[in-house]
């Protein structure tokens, strides 16, 4: 098992909220989550910082989400992040 921390820190509470909206508009989380080899891909607001965003992805193997990183919805992720000009932090712990 894999998992994957990504901190994403943005302008302000607005454009987090913007890019959040984003994500779930275009279906990146079901796309995700209904993805081979995924156990978990949860977006989470830090309590203590207005602007960032944290996603915990977990999954079965380093492939899976290596096969994650060439679908669609990966690209589309991408481009949020560009539109939004998001900083990522990523922590990434094997099990």
């Not at 779930?24 to 607001?45: N, Q």
């Not at 679908?71 to 949020?80: A, E, K, S």
Request: hydrophobic share 30%; glycine share 4%.
């Amino acid at each position: 098992m894999i998992n994957f921390y990504v901190t994403y820190t943005l302008k302000d509470r607005a454009a987090r909220e913007g890019f959040y909206e984003e994500i779930k508009a275009c279906g990146v989380i079901e796309k995700s989550l209904a993805e081979e080899g995924c156990l978990r891909y949860a977006y989470y607001y830090p309590a203590d910082r207005e602007n960032q965003i944290f996603l915990w992805e977990q999954w079965e193997s380093r492939q899976a989400q290596q096969r994650h990183q060439e679908q669609p919805h990966f690209r589309t992720l991408g481009d949020i992040k560009t539109k939004y000009r998001a900083e990522t932090e990523l922590l990434i712990e094997e099990c």
